[in-house]
């Protein structure tokens, strides 16, 4: 009889503690660091600031710049002709002028990141 309920117990505790998912899910990472792999190589650019820059501009300001920086809507300048100095640029996406919001929110180092990346479309 005490057999009966330690094999009863033990069985309990195993469905409770799901012993056969953890496996499953063990099995799944497996298969999920396999592909893994494939990570360090699209972190890589987050260390190059660069490459921050363009993320933060193709999310918040691409729709206003374009790809280029010289799509122009709403009025937005020519970002490939701007005569703003580094700290001009700075204060014009941190505070915002005429019709362009302010980029506050974003936070010191993603707006001097894509002051930096903003500064590659320009043309001398
Ligand atoms: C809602 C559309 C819009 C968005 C989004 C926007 N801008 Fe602008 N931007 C403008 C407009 C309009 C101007 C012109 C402002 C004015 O009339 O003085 C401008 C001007 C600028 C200027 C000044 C250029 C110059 O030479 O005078 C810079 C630099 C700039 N934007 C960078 C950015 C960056 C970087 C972002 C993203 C963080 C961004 N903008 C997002 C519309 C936008």
Redesign the pocket.
């Known amino acids: 009889m005490k057999n009966l309920i330690i094999i009863v117990l033990s069985l309990a505790i195993c469905g409770l503690s799901s012993c056969s998912q953890g496996q499953k899910s063990s099995n799944n990472e497996t298969t999920k660091t396999t592909t893994d792999t494939s990570k360090p190589k699209t972190e890589k650019p987050k260390t190059d600031p660069l490459a921050a820059g363009k993320r933060?501009?193709n999310t918040?300001?691409l729709?206003?710049?374009g790809q280029n920086g010289n799509m122009g809507?709403?009025?937005?300048?020519?970002?490939t002709?701007?005569?703003?100095s580094f700290a001009e640029?700075v204060t014009?996406?941190t505070e915002g002028?005429?019709?362009?919001?302010p980029?506050k929110f974003?936070g010191k180092e993603k707006?001097n990141a894509?002051?930096k990346y903003?500064e590659t479309f320009k043309v001398n």
């Open positions: 933060t501009y918040y300001c729709t206003c710049h809507a709403s009025g937005a300048h020519d970002l002709k701007t005569a703003l640029t014009v996406i002028r005429g019709l362009m919001t980029h974003l707006i894509v002051a903003i």
